[in-house]
């Protein structure tokens, strides 16, 4: 499986942001999908994640309410819709492709994509 991600971009406080992880291969639709982000400085953090068929969500407590994890089977693709954006969410952001659910850590993704930087100015 191959991922890549894009949507990143700079944008205000209070904007949103709709980043989007496109799948190589039928095979992508039968993969658990997460997003995960890495602020300069910081260690990579979980941001959500979606099963097959979008039957289970999971989002980190610090974007619940604000973020939505939503996947296009026939598209092949996964979105990460960010509303409300804060400066702390600036990072890059990350998609990863895997079999296990639950799944809020990174050692459970099989497949990673290349990032895509959102800046939020305050």
């Known amino acids: 499986v191959q991922l890549q991600a894009s949507g990143g971009g700079l944008v205000q406080a209070g904007d949103s942001l709709r980043l989007v992880c496109a799948g190589s291969g039928r095979a992508f639709i039968t993969y658990v999908v997460g997003w995960f982000r890495q602020a300069p400085g910081k260690e990579r953090e979980f941001v959500a994640a979606?099963?097959?068929?979008?039957?289970?969500?999971n989002y980190a407590d610090s974007v619940k309410g604000r973020f939505t994890i939503a996947r296009d089977d026939a598209k092949n693709t996964v979105t990460l819709q960010m509303n409300s954006l804060k400066p702390e969410d600036t990072a890059v952001y990350y998609c990863?492709?895997?079999?296990?659910?639950?799944?809020?850590?990174?050692?459970?993704?099989?497949?990673w994509g290349q990032g895509t930087l959102v800046t939020v100015s305050s």
């Open positions: 990863a492709a895997g079999v296990r659910w639950p799944a809020a850590r990174a050692e459970t993704y099989d497949y």
């Open positions: 979606v099963t097959w068929s979008d039957a289970y969500t």
